[in-house]
């Protein structure tokens, strides 16, 4: 029969090592989770809330039995640390490592596997130990394009986040190269940032956060101040840029669901006249944002009576071509073609959609498939002077294609007849 003192450590029961020399790292002192250090980490920074981590683990009960093991399964962890997406203990215990620490948590069972425990592995009511090396750590990412990552240094409260058209009250410090340039509170409207001079990183983030969250924002050039720089601020073209943002307070803008068919169209009208002027300005990826916001509201809307169908649909024809020509400003081709398929799909003889689609596909060598967008064109507008040019290009395209592939294989043949030459005496002699 094994008995709680079971586990050693050093040659020494667990529990009496933890009483010893273990850290209360609970914030309400509790002794939920006590930590022991096995081997000290680099000295430097440790993860935020938020970060991915990433870690090596062995959980035992008191008794020594040992119940999970990441490096029995030759395959470490990783997870974003604070977000509760692992056991409280875990949340609460990587938060105080550094990078390479080594070290042992003794767990409390509300900080664990609580009074149920884990079938066939942990016991009811059960305190456990968790022995955990903190391999790495980085920022958690925001955008697909690794472009914006979020460290939060004061977790917000509550559950909700500020959305497009939602205002906002941050205070903001901006660095760049370690030198700080903008200091200052300031309010603007979500999708809107650009306005009051906030870089689209900044913008960009703001659903994520909640009321009263402090966080850096580490800004690639896209969502910072792009290849033009910010002279008014002494920042060049193309510079990395962090914003300590702390959200402050926000009113959230209606959801889509909380808003009829006639509101709707009314705040469509102003949005699309705000895509417009950014648009206009090169802002290219925060006219996305409000030409984005005019589909999400309308897009499965039915209408009552022919005239509300078709101011819907004119309004979602115009949101998907302007969406495909910022995304043909942005050389994001595959988008054009998608917004310009959803045009089509409206209405299949569309112009513009077919001459953009064209476009995009022209660029990513789609000869063919562009030719018969600018043919459709001409046969929708035959005095399309722009399509007539592009109809040309293609065609030269193709042909040059044409005769490339001719003189592969051309040359490809000749080869084998001359490896057939070489090779046919042999065949003789044989």
Known sequence: MTTDQDLTMDGQPATAVFAAKGVDVTATKDRGVIKVVNHQGLNGERPMIGDRVTVHYTGKLLTGEKFDCSRDRKEAFCFNVGKGQVLKAWDIGVLSMQMGEVCSFLCKPEYAYGFNGNPEKIPPNSSVVFEMELLMFEGEILTD???????????????????????VEVHLEGRCGGRLFDCRDVSFIV????????????????DKMQK???????????????????????????RDII??????????????????????????????DKGNQYFMRGLYNQAVIQYQRIISWLEMECGFGTEQQKTIQSFLSTAYLNLALCFLRMKDFSQVVDNCNKVIELD????????????????????????????????????????HGQLLICQNKIKEHHERDKKTYANMFQKFAEQDTKVRPLAVLG
Not at 148 to 166: A, F, H, L, W
Not at 191 to 206: N, Q, S, T, Y
Not at 348 to 376: C, I, P, T, W
């Open 145 to 167: 394009d690794s472009g914006i990552v979020r460290r939060i240094k004061v977790k917000g409260d509550g559950y909700t986040n500020p959305n497009d058209g939602s205002k």
């Open 191 to 206: 999708g809107e940032a650009e306005d009051k001079g906030v870089p689209l990183g900044v913008d960009r983030a703001m």
């Open 212 to 238: 009263g969250e402090c966080c850096s924002l580490y800004l690639k050039p896209k969502y910072g101040f792009g290849s033009e720089g910010k002279p008014e601020y002494n920042i060049g073209p193309d």
């Open 243 to 272: 914003y300590e943002v702390t959200l402050k307070s926000f009113e959230k803008a209606k959801e889509t669901w909380e808003m009829d068919l006639p509101e709707k169209l009314d705040l469509a009208a102003g949005v699309k």
């Open 348 to 387: 299949e003889s569309n112009e513009k959609a077919l001459y953009r689609r064209g476009e995009a596909r022209l660029v990513r060598n789609e000869f063919h498939m562009a030719l018969e967008d600018f043919q459709h064109v001409l046969r929708v507008n035959p005095a399309n002077r722009a399509a």
